[in-house]
């Protein structure tokens, strides 16, 4: 069985790490599928992994009082999905519901964590591309919301 760093290398989340950064992420990462209707995780579980959605598409959702389960928005090939595992209490704010049968790389949190802690250079790389992450996630969030409230 290769390695997962080829692939890594080749994400544009990823552009720009050293060889030694990449090595230390593939160390992390594992291949997982998922079929229609399971979850990556679910709303109040632990984060202890994000993932980079390979093919299929995951559902972002959450629960409202008075409504159940409300779907914020999808994710698709090529994206980052999660980031509560990098930041205390470490714990999901959202569910990932997979829609169509999904293969994902799964990067272990609390590996990566670790990691970042030795290496401070791979943990402000981290830190600044999941900046840029949440930005762009809250206004594509802020955006769909507006949709949901101008036809409720």
């Known amino acids: 069985m ?49 993932y980079i ?11 409202v009082s008075g409504e159940g389960t409300v779907t914020l928005y999808t994710h698709d090939a090529g994206d980052i999905i999660g980031w509560s595992w990098l930041f205390a209490p470490y714990h999901w704010h959202f569910s990932a519901r997979v829609v169509q049968p999904a293969r994902v790389i799964a990067l272990d949190g609390v590996c990566l964590r670790g990691k970042c802690e030795t290496d401070h250079e791979l943990g402000y790389e981290f830190l600044k591309r999941f900046a840029a992450k949440m930005s762009y996630t809250l206004d594509m969030t802020r955006m769909q919301l507006l949709d949901m409230f101008k036809y409720a």
């Open 2 to 50: 290769g390695t997962l760093q080829p692939i890594l290398a080749k994400h544009p989340f990823f552009e720009g790490l050293g060889e030694h950064h990449l090595k230390l992420l593939a160390g992390c990462a594992t291949n997982e599928r998922f079929k229609a209707g399971e979850y990556l995780f679910h709303e109040g579980q632990e984060a202890r992994r994000f």
């Open 53 to 63: 959605l390979r093919e299929g598409l995951v559902a972002i959702d959450i629960e």
